[in-house]
């Protein structure tokens, strides 16, 4: 039994929107619980919307068959992650069979981009 | 190895630290070093019910800014500017031990770096991030 969506998608409020030309875009809200001294979304916590954007491309590039499992991942703070809504999208650079370059981009809701990231990823069975 | 009227003692904790459970172990403000416990729970599980990378991220970033922040004992804090992570095992809810250290740094950059492992000591996770050094906002 597929356990999607996970714990931490529904934390971050979570909701894809569409898979369309290679785009996985997805919406979240991101939760006062995410929130850093500077009273912005704490950097590390960003990862999360990205690892969710990228694992959403994964599972729209392989209709919905694979997940990536994370070797690494590189983000840039381009500008601070406001609270509240957020707008994600992804895409798979690369497939192949057991590995995937994967990349993402997140904006505000007025589409200002915010954070880029990029990761290498196993790939697994959706559990 | 406390430190004297540590910042941490002074300043309540931002939500993302009580989110991830932030518990300071110890701190060296002379080489900016610190270790932290966190405490990962069933709400930050992917699909495949472990933590989630993100969250994994999370601790690391909640233990190398810390080692920025004790070694200037508050003034100053850590916005990264990039964040570089490597996953090398999978990370269960409990406890988990940071370890994060200031690199190198100048008057307005960062080089920061850290490590995370499970209870028995094994790494799971670790980072290099570089942020930029802001003067640390006036806290509530």
Known sequence: MSKLPSPSSALMQSKPISYEDGIATIEFIAPESFKSLRGVVQGGLIGGFMDEIMGNAVLGESEGKLLPLNLDMNMSYIKPVPMGRLIGKGKVVKIGRNVAFIEAELFDPEGKLLVRSSTTAMLTEVP | ?140
Do not use: C, Y
């Open chain 2, 1 to 140: 190895v406390g430190v004297k009227d540590s910042f941490f003692d002074r300043h309540p904790a931002p939500s993302a630290a009580i989110t991830l459970g932030w518990e300071l172990l110890s701190e060296d403000s002379v080489n900016g070093r610190v270790e932290i416990a966190f405490h990962p729970n069933d709400t930050m599980l992917n699909p495949r019910g472990t933590v989630q990378g993100g969250f994994i991220a999370a601790m690391l970033d909640d233990t190398m800014g810390p080692a920025l922040v004790t070694m200037t004992d508050g003034k100053e804090v850590p916005a990264t500017l990039d964040m570089n992570v490597s996953f090398f095992k999978p990370v269960v809810p409990g406890r988990v031990i940071g370890k994060g250290w200031v690199k190198s740094r100048t008057r307005t950059t960062a080089f920061l770096t850290a490590e995370l492992f499970d209870a028995e000591g094994n790494l799971l996770a670790s980072a290099t991030s570089t942020a930029k050094i802001l003067q640390m906002p006036k806290v509530n």
